[in-house]
């Protein structure tokens, strides 16, 4: 049960043909096109406004992009649909910068039930100290509350969800027993139980989240689903959005992961078989390590500003590497969670280890993917591409927490260069595409891509293209998708796309030593929207499978 989701094709009784004209189109079949032809839900043309005039008739739909960019749509490489809707509708706790802050959130909360909230960041903060359990007993008058971390790798919780989930004993509860920060096992099972919610309630913050990604021009997500933080019904209800039904709106295509651990080819089988929905692999967010904010990342060497800690290894070598054994040999995707460079050595001795059990040839032939891989040296990065295996990334990582003064420099000191090396990835041939990893970031394309060219390391910044490409056709082959035509707009790809109003249109690169800025026609290269204007292009439609996800209605016929 490892095909890719099928997607539902329009009848033919609603097959239709639209012109969409007078505007820039981003394709490697034309630098020059103005004019798409779709066909149904696929691209039958591109090409120039005089081609446009002379092919153009009355049975056709005809759009005047006026100037816009229709471009391939965007695929979230790393996304939790339910996590992503609970952020978008509980605490918005981004902006607060104190504890005292936070307690006030809390306490202006008018939720009935557990008092939900995401985003805080006390790296941020003049004065990092957490509020304590009391402290947040009071603010939220003895109601549940959960609070996840930016990261979401721990969480604030109150004693009331202390006792409620029964986190007493538990590795990661405070030293009180009483709540305020939970990290590891006691911080999954606070999550699980405030998760605690209705098939209904669950399918409504999917959506949410589904229609934030359509109109911020992604035409598919990665559903990194996995038993810590969801169960089985989850992954059900996110793998049928992509149903064919009346009832189903249109919505990006997800892209299904399930993230448990396989003991032996048979188990990896029950796994499979029990999901009772296809997966496209057991790999995404099965962690081998936490995070750097959380300071549950394993590291080599000691946080700088804790010393004594190292992190937190989830998996042992010989964990990791049954579970590549096992999902090599039934030829699907396999894949882990890991950050910190300790975690990544695990990984990599997996690798080796696997590779000497099955082949080489059978692990580097199931395409597996690390994801996020924010730690990692040369010598690590060959490992890398030695396997084939591909780099799962979230560039607004860097562009959040990189560079001087932010919490890369306060957990890691000097070892902050080492993080997120976009550049050395390619140069290295690894595979690589990007993603968001909301709720954790939000769902911002173009600011992903803009954080790929300005990188807080310049070593390790790429070019709009590549980071375009890496948000684009890179996230359909790293899921091995069934049509390998998806994520270009060429005659006979799938006519998913968006449509962007912008200021203008560049060719751009990130070394410094070069021209960064070109509107040269003669280089035909498709040329993408200026990203140093302060501000993201604004997404006017989406259009998956010739399907529209998302219009803001300023597009005329």
């Known amino acids: 049960m490892t095909d890719s989701p099928a997607a539902p094709a329009p009848s033919p009784a609603t097959r239709k043909v639209t012109l969409y004209r007078n505007g820039s189109v981003y394709t490697a079949a034309d630098p020059f096109a103005t004019a798409m032809l779709v066909d149904g839900d696929t691209v039958a043309w591109v090409g120039s406004e005089q081609a446009a005039t002379s092919i153009a008739d009355a049975s056709m739909?005809?759009?005047?992009?006026?100037?816009?960019?229709?471009?391939?749509?965007?695929?979230?490489?790393?996304?939790?649909?339910?996590?992503?809707?609970?952020?978008?509708d509980s605490l918005q706790l981004g902006g607060v910068s104190s504890a005292q802050e936070l307690l006030d959130a809390v306490a202006r909360s008018t939720a009935d039930g557990t008092v939900l909230g995401h985003g805080w960041d006390e790296s941020k903060w003049s004065n990092p100290a957490l509020p304590s359990a009391a402290e947040l007993e009071r603010a939220a008058g003895?109601?549940?509350?959960?609070?996840?971390?930016?990261?979401?790798?721990?969480?604030?919780?109150?004693?009331?969800?202390?006792?409620?989930?029964?986190?007493?004993?538990?590795?990661?509860?405070?030293?009180?027993?009483?709540?305020?920060q939970v990290k590891r096992a006691a911080h999954t099972a606070a999550r699980l139980a405030a998760r605690r919610l209705p098939a209904a309630a669950r399918r409504g913050y999917q959506q949410q989240a589904l229609s934030a990604a359509a109109a911020s021009g992604y035409v598919?997500?990665?559903?990194?689903?996995?038993?810590?933080?969801?169960?089985?019904?989850?992954?059900?209800?996110?793998?049928?959005?992509?149903?064919?039904?009346?009832?189903?709106?249109?919505?990006?295509?997800?892209?299904?992961?399930?993230?448990?651990?396989?003991?032996?080819?048979?188990?990896?089988?029950?796994?499979?078989?029990?999901?009772?929905?296809?997966?496209?692999?057991?790999?995404?967010d099965l962690n081998i390590d936490g995070s750097i904010g959380s300071r549950t990342a394993a590291l080599r060497a000691d946080y700088s500003d804790a010393p004594g800690e190292r992190g937190s290894l989830y998996l042992s070598v010989d964990q990791a590497a049954a579970h590549l054994a096992a999902c090599s040999l039934l030829g699907i995707q396999a894949g882990f969670h890991v950050i910190g460079d300790a975690g990544l050595d695990a990984a990599l001795d997996a690798l080796d280890r696997a590779a000497a059990e099955v082949g080489e040839q059978r692990v580097r032939a199931a395409g597996h993917r690390f994801e996020h891989v924010e730690l990692a040296d040369a010598d690590a990065i060959a490992r890398l591409a030695k396997y084939s295996v591909?780099?799962?990334?979230?560039?607004?990582?860097?562009?959040?927490?990189?560079?001087?003064?932010?919490?890369?420099?306060?957990?890691?000191?000097?070892?902050?260069l080492g993080m997120n090396p976009f550049g050395s990835f390619y140069a290295a041939g690894v595979p690589i595409c990007f993603g968001s990893d909301s709720p954790v970031t939000p769902l911002r394309p173009w600011s992903s891509v803009r954080a790929c060219l300005e990188h807080s390391n310049p070593a390790e910044q790429i070019s709009a293209r590549a980071?375009?490409?890496?948000?684009?056709?890179?996230?359909?082959?790293?899921?091995?998708?069934?049509?390998?035509?998806?994520?270009?707009?060429?005659?006979?790809?799938?006519?998913?796309?968006?449509?962007?109003?912008?200021?203008?249109?560049?060719?751009?690169?990130?070394?410094g030593r070069l021209q960064s800025w070109s509107t040269d026609p003669r280089a035909r290269t498709p040329l993408l929207p200026a990203l140093d204007t302060g501000s993201d292009p604004e997404c006017l439609l989406t259009v998956r499978d010739g399907r529209e996800l998302f219009s803001s209605g300023a597009l005329g016929a």
């Open 142 to 180: 003895g109601r549940k509350v959960y609070l996840s971390r930016v990261d979401v790798h721990s969480a604030l919780v109150s004693p009331a969800l202390v006792a409620a989930a029964g986190l007493e004993g538990l590795d990661g509860l405070s030293q009180d027993g009483q709540g305020s």
């Open 61 to 88: 739909d005809v759009v005047d992009l006026g100037g816009a960019l229709l471009a391939p749509g965007f695929v979230d490489s790393h996304i939790h649909l339910t996590e992503t809707g609970i952020a978008l």
């Open 220 to 284: 598919a997500v990665a559903e990194m689903a996995a038993p810590h933080i969801g169960n089985t019904e989850d992954l059900q209800l996110a793998v049928a959005w992509n149903s064919p039904s009346l009832d189903v709106p249109a919505v990006p295509e997800v892209l299904p992961y399930w993230g448990e651990l396989a003991t032996s080819e048979d188990h990896a089988r029950t796994i499979l078989d029990g999901l009772g929905v296809s997966v496209l692999g057991l790999a995404g």
């Open 467 to 511: 980071a375009f490409l890496g948000h684009t056709r890179a996230g359909w082959r790293a899921a091995r998708y069934r049509n390998p035509m998806a994520g270009q707009l060429v005659p006979g790809a799938p006519a998913s796309f968006a449509v962007w109003d912008t200021e203008e249109l560049m060719v751009q690169v990130a070394d």
């Open 390 to 416: 591909t780099v799962s990334a979230q560039p607004a990582f860097d562009s959040a927490w990189g560079g001087e003064g932010k919490l890369y420099g306060q957990r890691l000191g000097s070892r902050q």
